[in-house]
């Protein structure tokens, strides 16, 4: 294995890594803000590339594309929120996971409605296509590259909103004591609301990013919802940074399991059945790593006690 | 909880309970063996409820990860059944054993190792709590899920046949009418376990708990061990529904495993009625129904069977039954 | 005895019927949900052939499984006990084939796939009243193996996800490359990131990539694998090629070389016929899997002229002489009612606007699978 392998695949780990954190801020920001466990969150990533595919294919842009990606996934979720999830807030988790898991049905399947059951098409613009040469003789996308960067620039965004805008002071007073901000004259069924929609717009731009490399489809969002689960509750639910450190080892962690395992197991056992145990430890890797950070740590590694 | 209100319930309950075994005598009586299936399939699951809601109602210990006692159960069976179907013996060291087709024999290693899962699962998760259980259940659930996949000895995603049904001394069990009576008498048997537990010390104690695991640690409780507890009796009876309903299809696969099957377990036991004795009972009875007819109604079902869970859990707090029987009083 | 006392049943409902005797055909496919489209296909090519006949006399029942194998075994059990049906069809999925058929056949039931054939029910499985219409599932992945060597490939990396499904594609292009392997990697079921593996691909020094990914996974591949830029030329079955998924590719796939017992542009009459209502009618190209509803539907109907299905022996026996028009040309069965068929090389071109197949050449001729000779029957 060559040096130069290893650190593509270092940069693709990292990548998917930080397309979770896209997700996993939203799904973080709600929890620690609203108390909020939302199973819907990855319906929303479907909106996201469901949009951008819709109007990039009628506009030709992929700028256009991800515009209508946030403003779709924001809209549709500032609309749940006032519809549904805002009667959730007092109830338990359990409510909350039965209402949410009932929401994707009906976004799952109104999408299909809307749009067909065939995958629909999503392209990387021209100008971001292709392989570029990297120091040391790496050849690597550009349209990953660009999705770290892009992924690195909202991580950023977000840190400053919290930290140096009115609404994250808000937002900051809510996650610290919920009644004392209605107190303070805040308000708070707005505020929720823009959160809601903050998040919302987060997943659906990283459905729309993720759209142009993989397949625009229904149930789309299941998956990376579960992983972006596992993100936060390595992280520790709430915590933005949290969420970006369970990015970054869940992202990790899974592609390099999925290509050093098989090679290790190489070692000790013919390769038909070391590419195979190797395969499937790797496809279970993540949630070892969550078991693991849970048993010794059970808030998580940012979590508040 | 009212007097009146207690009397309605119990008035409900034993309307479910006979309505669940009149309909299919019925059905036995018009010659239609597909009803008897529907409700045969109506008992497995809501004794699958019944497991969760001991966990999640009594206990307040709500597992995204129910899927992996149902699928310890359903593999328990197609291992045991496909070994003794092939003449295969199922370990040759230290001590050789056969497979077996016999249901009372599978039900007790179904039990035994889901009991087991569990007592591993709820040992490690147990120590958090809140979402945090949620999660980590889910991801024990996925790990067993990726396992089965991955897994070639026993079939893999494509999962394990069976080409004949197992047997129970005394009964004929391809008979649709018998096979229904043995699960209906099992669902008959939780049933009762879980009234009995409910006011046994030990319900009283882990329902304290979920109220206030400080007021029960003071008097000398650790709510840690009842809740440990409460968590093994869950996966065993859930682990002993996933081997009927292994039975009932003739067939396993790594389905049972996935955190679908788990959200369902969850639906049966909300839609029905948190902690409510028959709420998994009237639950999965909604739930079966619903798919039923409305699958046949249009392509995008889906989208009514969620409109219809979304008004129950925002609309009908307490459950169907809680709607019919009147919200009981004490709420947590 | 349950198939006794079921025959029975049938044949009150069938005299209480009267004169007008019935056939019903049981249809459960995926309709909902990611894996829709190809139900969709099977289900509108089987409706289309059975319009065409023109009988009136035949029902088909039409149920969703949800590609769930207990959800297919209860309908299966529904359309059997309670809808008396006489021949059952529609399944789309390996694994809710081997939920299903044995069941079904174990009930006197025919049987007829549009779609999944795994081995086992190719090999020491089979059963007389199971037919598979489509493909034994290794057939494409053979072809392509051979495909392959006629090419001149020498060191092929190749890639399948980690279910039977997937082992059996890695096995079966093995069976027929000669050439050397350069990585042989199995990913995750459902898996939509394969960087990872691109990157192995790139470094391995392979010169050319096998790869079978259904669905929206060969999709995410495809356009993954453009873009890296690596270059290589790529071989895969027809299922990541076919007329759905290949507009939600895009360029992607332009000029990649797949396998196929069908395309558009077999030039045969009930081919061009076929392509054509179907365009008609639906207002879109059909795809493989609508080719492989149509053909099953004219294999039926062909036997139905024959034998009614409650004389068991002769619809059977018409069954076996697939005597009806296939859209694929030549078409017969082996000893295991497994297709014997050509298997065609196709390349992606563009139409216009429109991303399709043409043939290139012939991959196999009168190809037959590899379990025939474990079917006892």
């Given at each position: 294995m060559s040096l130069i392998l290893f650190i593509e695949q270092m940069l693709n780990g990292v990548q998917f890594g930080v397309m979770l954190f896209l997700m996993a801020a939203g799904l973080t920001l709600i929890f620690g803000v609203m108390g909020l466990i939302n199973l819907a969150?990855?319906?929303?990533?479907?909106?996201?590339?469901?949009?951008?595919?819709?109007?990039?294919?009628?506009?030709?842009?992929?700028?256009?594309?991800?515009?209508?990606?946030?403003?779709?996934?924001?809209?549709?979720?500032?609309?749940?929120?006032?519809?549904?999830?805002?009667?959730?807030?007092?109830?338990?988790?359990?409510?909350?996971?039965?209402?949410?898991?009932?929401?994707?049905?009906?976004?799952?399947?109104?999408?299909?409605?809307?749009?067909?059951?065939?995958?629909?098409?999503?392209?990387?613009?021209?100008?971001?296509?292709g392989p570029v040469r990297l120091p040391g003789g790496i050849q690597y996308p550009l349209y990953r590259l660009a999705i770290i960067v892009a992924g690195v620039m909202v991580a950023a965004g977000l840190f400053a909103l919290i930290a140096r805008t009115r609404i994250g002071i808000q937002i900051r007073a809510g996650e610290a004591d919920r009644e004392m901000i209605g107190a303070l004259g805040v308000n708070i069924a707005a505020l929720y609301t823009v959160v809601f929609a903050l998040g919302a717009a987060l997943a659906g731009l990283a459905g729309a990013l993720i759209g142009a490399i993989q397949s625009v489809q229904v149930g789309m969002g299941e998956p990376v919802l579960i992983l972006a689960f596992v993100v936060i509750v390595i992280g520790g639910i709430g915590s933005i940074k949290g969420a970006l450190v369970g990015a970054l080892l869940v992202g990790l962690t899974d592609t390099m399991g999925r290509f050093l395992l098989p090679v290790a197991f190489a070692q000790v056992m013919a390769p038909a059945a070391a590419t195979a145990v190797g395969s499937a430890l790797a496809s279970m890797a993540i949630y070892i790593l969550m078991a693991l950070v849970l048993i010794f740590r059970p808030r998580g590694l940012y979590g508040v006690a | 909880m009212g007097w009146p209100e207690m009397r309605a319930e119990r008035l409900l309950n034993a309307c479910v309970l006979l309505a669940l075994l009149a309909v299919p005598l019925w059905a036995w009586a018009v010659d239609e063996p597909f009803t008897i299936t529907l409700?045969?399939?109506?008992?497995?699951?809501?004794?699958?409820?019944?497991?969760?809601?001991?966990?999640?109602?009594?206990?307040?210990?709500?597992?995204?990860?129910?899927?992996?006692?149902?699928?310890?159960?359903?593999?328990?069976?197609?291992?045991?059944?496909?070994?003794?179907?092939?003449?295969?013996?199922?370990?040759?060291?230290?001590?050789?054993?056969?497979?077996?087709?016999?249901?009372?024999?599978?039900?007790?290693?179904?039990?035994?190792?889901?009991?087991?899962?569990?007592?591993?699962?709820?040992?490690?998760?147990?120590?958090?709590?809140?979402?945090?259980?949620?999660?980590?259940?889910?991801?024990?659930?996925?790990?067993?899920?990726?396992?089965?996949?991955?897994?070639?000895?026993?079939?893999?995603?494509?999962?394990?046949?069976?080409?004949?049904?197992?047997?129970?001394?005394?009964?004929?069990?391809?008979?649709?009418?018998?096979?229904?009576?043995?699960?209906?008498?099992?669902?008959?048997?939780?049933?009762?376990?879980?009234?009995?537990?409910?006011?046994?010390?030990?319900?009283?104690?882990?329902?304290?708990?979920?109220?206030?695991?400080?007021?029960?640690?003071?008097?000398?409780?650790?709510?840690?061990?009842?809740?440990?507890?409460?968590?093994?009796?869950?996966?065993?009876?859930?682990?002993?529904?996933?081997?009927?309903?292994?039975?009932l299809n003739r067939f396993v696969s790594p389905v049972m495993f996935s955190w679908q099957t788990s959200g369902e377990i969850i639906v049966f036991v909300i839609l029905g009625g948190v902690a409510r004795l028959f709420g998994p009972v009237v639950g999965a009875a909604v739930f079966v129904l619903l798919e039923h007819f409305l699958g046949g109604l249009s392509e995008f079902w889906h989208i009514w069977l969620g409109a219809v869970l979304l008004g129950v859990v925002l609309f009908a707090r307490g459950g169907i039954i809680g709607l019919i029987a009147g919200r009981e009083v004490r709420r947590d | 005895m349950i198939v006794r006392t079921l025959a029975m049943a049938g044949a009150l409902s069938l005299a209480a019927a009267g004169a007008q005797a019935e056939i019903k055909v049981g249809m459960s496919t995926t309709l909902s949900g990611g894996g829709a489209g190809l139900g969709i296909d099977v289900r509108d090519g089987f409706m289309l052939a059975l319009e065409q006949s023109g009988r009136d006399d035949i029902s088909v029942v039409i149920e969703d499984d949800q590609r769930k194998?207990?959800?297919?075994?209860?309908?299966?059990?529904?359309?059997?006990?309670?809808?008396?049906?006489?021949?059952?069809?529609?399944?789309?999925?390996?694994?809710?084939?081997?939920?299903?058929?044995?069941?079904?056949?174990?009930?006197?039931?025919?049987?007829?796939?549009?779609?999944?054939?795994?081995?086992?029910?190719?090999?020491?499985?089979?059963?007389?009243?199971?037919?598979?219409?489509?493909?034994?599932?290794?057939?494409?992945?053979?072809?392509?193996?051979?495909?392959?060597?006629?090419?001149?490939?020498?060191?092929?990396?190749?890639?399948?996800p980690n279910y039977p499904a997937g082992v059996d594609a890695l096995t079966g292009y093995k069976r027929f490359f000669k050439g050397a392997l350069a990585?042989?990697?199995?990913?995750?079921?459902?898996?939509?990131?394969?960087?990872?593996?691109?990157?192995?691909?790139?470094?391995?020094?392979?010169?050319?990539?096998?790869?079978?990914?259904?669905?929206?996974?060969?999709?995410?591949?495809?356009?993954?694998?453009?873009?890296?830029?690596?270059?290589?030329?790529?071989?895969?079955?027809?299922?990541?090629?076919?007329?759905?998924?290949?507009?939600?590719?895009?360029?992607?796939?332009?000029?990649?070389?797949n396998t196929s017992q069908w395309s558009k542009d077999i030039d045969n009459p009930a081919n061009v016929a076929f392509v054509a209502s179907f365009q008609e009618k639906y207002g879109r190209l059909p795809s493989l899997y609508a080719s492989q509803g149509f053909d099953t539907a004219n294999l039926m109907l062909s036997a139905l002229k024959v034998a009614e299905p409650s004389d068991a022996d002769a619809f059977r026996a018409a069954l076996e002489a697939a005597d009806f028009a296939s859209t694929r040309g030549k078409f017969a069965f082996g000893p295991n009612h497994h297709p014997i068929q050509d298997i065609y090389v196709r390349e992606v071109i563009k139409e216009g606007d429109i991303y399709t197949n043409k043939i290139i050449g012939v991959a196999l001729k009168d190809h037959a699978d590899a379990y025939a000779v474990e079917c006892k029957m």
């Amino acid at each position: 294995m060559s040096l130069i392998l290893f650190i593509e695949q270092m940069l693709n780990g990292v990548q998917f890594g930080v397309m979770l954190f896209l997700m996993a801020a939203g799904l973080t920001l709600i929890f620690g803000v609203m108390g909020l466990i939302n199973l819907a969150h990855g319906s929303l990533y479907m909106v996201g590339a469901f949009a951008a595919s819709w109007a990039a294919g009628l506009t030709g842009s992929f700028l256009l594309g991800l515009i209508a990606a946030l403003t779709a996934a924001a809209a549709a979720g500032a609309l749940i929120e006032v519809a549904v999830i805002r009667r959730l807030y007092a109830r338990g988790h359990l409510d909350q996971v039965l209402a949410t898991f009932a929401l994707i049905l009906i976004l799952s399947e109104g999408t299909r409605w809307v749009f067909g059951s065939l995958p629909l098409f999503l392209e990387i613009p021209p100008y971001l296509s292709g392989p570029v040469r990297l120091p040391g003789g790496i050849q690597y996308p550009l349209y990953r590259l660009a999705i770290i960067v892009a992924g690195v620039m909202v991580a950023a965004g977000l840190f400053a909103l919290i930290a140096r805008t009115r609404i994250g002071i808000q937002i900051r007073a809510g996650e610290a004591d919920r009644e004392m901000i209605g107190a303070l004259g805040v308000n708070i069924a707005a505020l929720y609301t823009v959160v809601f929609a903050l998040g919302a717009a987060l997943a659906g731009l990283a459905g729309a990013l993720i759209g142009a490399i993989q397949s625009v489809q229904v149930g789309m969002g299941e998956p990376v919802l579960i992983l972006a689960f596992v993100v936060i509750v390595i992280g520790g639910i709430g915590s933005i940074k949290g969420a970006l450190v369970g990015a970054l080892l869940v992202g990790l962690t899974d592609t390099m399991g999925r290509f050093l395992l098989p090679v290790a197991f190489a070692q000790v056992m013919a390769p038909a059945a070391a590419t195979a145990v190797g395969s499937a430890l790797a496809s279970m890797a993540i949630y070892i790593l969550m078991a693991l950070v849970l048993i010794f740590r059970p808030r998580g590694l940012y979590g508040v006690a | 909880m009212g007097w009146p209100e207690m009397r309605a319930e119990r008035l409900l309950n034993a309307c479910v309970l006979l309505a669940l075994l009149a309909v299919p005598l019925w059905a036995w009586a018009v010659d239609e063996p597909f009803t008897i299936t529907l409700a045969t399939r109506l008992a497995i699951l809501a004794l699958a409820g019944v497991g969760l809601n001991l966990a999640l109602g009594l206990g307040g210990l709500v597992s995204l990860g129910h899927a992996v006692f149902f699928g310890i159960g359903g593999y328990a069976m197609g291992v045991l059944a496909s070994h003794a179907q092939s003449y295969t013996p199922l370990i040759l060291w230290p001590v050789v054993i056969e497979g077996t087709k016999s249901m009372p024999v599978i039900w007790l290693v179904a039990m035994g190792a889901s009991g087991l899962a569990a007592l591993a699962i709820g040992a490690l998760s147990l120590r958090t709590s809140g979402v945090y259980f949620i999660m980590i259940t889910l991801a024990f659930g996925q790990m067993f899920y990726y396992f089965a996949i991955s897994w070639p000895a026993y079939g893999g995603e494509d999962g394990l046949s069976i080409y004949v049904r197992n047997g129970f001394p005394g009964l004929n069990t391809l008979d649709p009418i018998q096979f229904f009576a043995l699960c209906y008498a099992l669902l008959g048997l939780a049933l009762w376990v879980f009234a009995r537990i409910m006011r046994s010390a030990f319900g009283l104690a882990l329902g304290a708990a979920r109220q206030n695991a400080a007021r029960v640690e003071a008097v000398g409780i650790a709510p840690y061990r009842l809740r440990l507890v409460a968590f093994v009796l869950s996966g065993m009876i859930t682990g002993l529904a996933g081997a009927l309903f292994a039975d009932l299809n003739r067939f396993v696969s790594p389905v049972m495993f996935s955190w679908q099957t788990s959200g369902e377990i969850i639906v049966f036991v909300i839609l029905g009625g948190v902690a409510r004795l028959f709420g998994p009972v009237v639950g999965a009875a909604v739930f079966v129904l619903l798919e039923h007819f409305l699958g046949g109604l249009s392509e995008f079902w889906h989208i009514w069977l969620g409109a219809v869970l979304l008004g129950v859990v925002l609309f009908a707090r307490g459950g169907i039954i809680g709607l019919i029987a009147g919200r009981e009083v004490r709420r947590d | 005895m349950i198939v006794r006392t079921l025959a029975m049943a049938g044949a009150l409902s069938l005299a209480a019927a009267g004169a007008q005797a019935e056939i019903k055909v049981g249809m459960s496919t995926t309709l909902s949900g990611g894996g829709a489209g190809l139900g969709i296909d099977v289900r509108d090519g089987f409706m289309l052939a059975l319009e065409q006949s023109g009988r009136d006399d035949i029902s088909v029942v039409i149920e969703d499984d949800q590609r769930k194998p207990d959800i297919a075994v209860q309908l299966s059990d529904k359309m059997i006990q309670s809808e008396k049906v006489d021949v059952l069809t529609g399944i789309i999925w390996s694994n809710l084939a081997m939920a299903v058929v044995p069941g079904a056949v174990a009930q006197g039931k025919f049987y007829l796939s549009p779609n999944a054939g795994p081995s086992a029910l190719a090999g020491k499985g089979c059963h007389p009243n199971y037919f598979n219409v489509a493909w034994q599932n290794d057939n494409l992945h053979e072809a392509a193996g051979a495909y392959a060597n006629d090419a001149g490939y020498k060191n092929s990396f190749i890639l399948a996800p980690n279910y039977p499904a997937g082992v059996d594609a890695l096995t079966g292009y093995k069976r027929f490359f000669k050439g050397a392997l350069a990585g042989e990697v199995y990913t995750q079921l459902g898996q939509t990131d394969y960087a990872a593996e691109i990157a192995q691909i790139r470094a391995s020094g392979a010169d050319s990539v096998f790869f079978f990914l259904p669905g929206g996974m060969g999709i995410s591949f495809l356009k993954q694998y453009a873009d890296s830029g690596v270059g290589l030329p790529v071989v895969g079955p027809a299922f990541s090629f076919d007329q759905g998924i290949l507009q939600a590719v895009g360029d992607a796939a332009l000029g990649v070389v797949n396998t196929s017992q069908w395309s558009k542009d077999i030039d045969n009459p009930a081919n061009v016929a076929f392509v054509a209502s179907f365009q008609e009618k639906y207002g879109r190209l059909p795809s493989l899997y609508a080719s492989q509803g149509f053909d099953t539907a004219n294999l039926m109907l062909s036997a139905l002229k024959v034998a009614e299905p409650s004389d068991a022996d002769a619809f059977r026996a018409a069954l076996e002489a697939a005597d009806f028009a296939s859209t694929r040309g030549k078409f017969a069965f082996g000893p295991n009612h497994h297709p014997i068929q050509d298997i065609y090389v196709r390349e992606v071109i563009k139409e216009g606007d429109i991303y399709t197949n043409k043939i290139i050449g012939v991959a196999l001729k009168d190809h037959a699978d590899a379990y025939a000779v474990e079917c006892k029957m």
